[in-house]
């Protein structure tokens, strides 16, 4: 048996970061959790750059690395824009009629990451302007912009933690509605401001404390959206 | 059959000789394709008996017959899932370490894709197990680090 000599050579812990790391970026992403808990020292390579080019040019060839994107949302590292991607294909992998595009994945993460702030996130129509001008920016038409950013807020909001301060988070959605009239494609879509009572009356319909907080925002969902769904009713 | 009479390049052959002593021949052209090979070849000369310490008799020929096939360009899918077939997770790992070594640069993406499969979504234990590996995170350090790494769609976060 080969074993006595073998032993020697299988030793894939000796083996330098960049080539453990071509193995990593072949498994997909649903491993990496399970191969970051492996050791500590697997962990870090999810933090190197090296790590995250490696995986760009394997799984997203085409985009060129180098390449900046115009627009106020800043692409970031090569990490970012990995996650940017992703994010892209699984919002919109499915339609074969809207690219798949690296600046949804950015808007999605900047939205994101600026609606869970624990201070006071900017007001909507402020976060939701900055995604149109990076949309516009990159070159797409003032309607695709509108889409793209409906989209986004939609995959946003169904990605939100369930806990406290997504609800107020919501609340303030919710009034912030129609408050300060705005052009197109600044304008919120219908189907977002939809979907902010819907979370509210049915995932977070126990989070109001009071009666009157609940009617309150019943008769502002009745003065957007006639019917109202009776599932919002509680029934 | 030997064909040493030659001297092209294209029919030329290289001897190659393993960690545990054993002779492999093998043709210029697919030689080139190793390129820690190529470069012995480059010191040495190619009349020499080319040393790999680091690889034994039991891989060394499958790494040939990959190359074999791949200098008449002939490797497809299902010559490569017949490779490996039968091949069991050490033996990978040491035909995978052996290409590493070789600096071969084909075998080594293609055992990369194998090895990355044979571990798709298996525990982490397994992992651990495969690569001969010690867990040296305590319990809460691992359960912390999931819920940061949950790389799933749904809370994907950034570290620092």
Redesign the interface.
Known sequence: M?RK??K??????K?PDH?VI???I???????????????QW?SL??TECFWQAALSHIYPFTNPSQTLPGPIPPGLA??RF?AL??SE?IFGCDPDIQVDEIVGHGY?FL??QLQLSIMPPHSGILHGTMIDQFIGCGKSRDVAHELASRVWLAVLD?LEENHHTFCLLKRLAQEGDQVFLPYPYTRSIKVQWRVFEKLFTDFRDCFNHEVDYYDMLACAKSRFQPIPSAWLGY | MAQEASSSTSSKTISLKTGDGEIFEIEASAAKQMKTVQRLIDDLGDDITIPLHNVFSKELPKIIEYYKKDITGEITKDFEAEFVKDLNDDEVKVLFLAANYLDANKLFEFLSQNIADRLESKSVEYVRKYFGVENDFTPEEESKLREERAWSFRGIKEDE
């Open positions: 080969e000599n073998s020697e050579i299988i030793d894939i812990e083996l080539v071509e193995i990593f072949r498994t997909g992403v649903s491993d990496w959790t399970q191969i970051s808990c492996v050791k500590k962990a999810f933090r990490k970012r996650m992703h994010i699984q993460l994101k990451e990605n």
